[in-house]
């Protein structure tokens, strides 16, 4: 099975969650998917896909007010140093 189908069968599950927002270095708009089971309060990395800088994805995850109880996952994007430090967006 490919990773597009793999990707959009955990998202149905509810066992991933798609991150998304502009790189703080060109603007584009940048994913990433997120395992549920995984701390998904500690940072996750990825790159731009236009200009290769290395991001960081800072999320906090609420539970929904809803009688489903859904959770929803929110944050903020960062560029990430040479150093490894993170640079704010």
Same mark, same amino acid.
């Given at each position: 099975?490919?990773?597009? +189908? ?6 149905? $599950? ?16 940048? @994913?990433? @998917? +997120? $395992? ?7 940072? !996750?990395?990825?790159?731009? !896909?236009?200009?290769?800088? #290395?991001?960081? @994805? $800072? ?6 007010? #809803? ?5 929803? +996952? ?5 560029? +990430? #140093?040479?150093?490894? $430090? #993170?640079?704010?967006?």
């Amino acid at each position: 099975m490919n990773v597009p +189908v793999k990707v959009l069968q955990g998202l149905w $599950r509810n066992d991933l969650v798609a991150l998304k927002g502009a790189c703080p270095n060109c603007g584009e708009e940048v @994913f990433a @998917f +997120v $395992r549920m089971d995984r701390n998904i309060d500690s940072p !996750h990395r990825a790159n731009c !896909h236009v200009c290769e800088c #290395s991001l960081e @994805f $800072r999320t906090k995850v609420e539970q929904s007010v #809803s009688r489903f109880g859904r959770q929803w +996952v929110y944050g903020r994007i960062y560029l +990430v #140093s040479l150093r490894g $430090r #993170s640079l704010r967006q």
